[in-house]
Nanobody, 114 residues
Framework: QVQLVESGGGSVQPGGSLRLSCAASGTISNINIMGWYRQAPGKERELVAR???????TYAAFAKGRFTISRINAKNTVDLQMNSLKPEDTAVYYC????????WGQGTQVTVSS
């Protein structure tokens, strides 16, 4: 059984920064992709960024230049540094681990508001 535990969400003013962290535990294949998705009210869940075991990174267009994803393979952790946050970044952010199966964290709220 794989579990993902997220931390680091919260409220911030426009232009501010937040760092999200996710730790995976359980039996995890080395061949995996870890990433972050988000879902705003009334919208579908969308990719924010993902990173493979070997360090290949994909960013959503809105995340490029503002967000940075990183991981530590030995700890099965993935972080998302979010800078220059905008009100439209407000959403629940979910950690994701994809191996043979798809695993999700419980989600952490990010609110960007003045």
């Amino acid at each position: 059984q794989v579990q993902l535990v997220e931390s680091g969400g919260g409220s911030v003013q426009p232009g501010g920064s937040l760092r999200l962290s996710c730790a995976a535990s359980g039996t995890i294949s080395n061949i995996n992709i870890m990433g972050w998705y988000r879902q705003a009210p009334g919208k579908e869940r969308e990719l924010v960024a993902r990173i493979t075991w070997h360090g290949s990174i994909t960013y959503a267009a809105f995340a490029k230049g503002r967000f940075t994803i990183s991981r530590i393979n030995a700890k099965n952790t993935v972080d998302l540094q979010m800078n220059s946050l905008k009100p439209e970044d407000t959403a629940v952010y979910y950690c994701n681990l994809f191996t043979r199966y798809n695993y999700w964290g419980q989600g952490t709220q990010v609110t960007v508001s003045s």
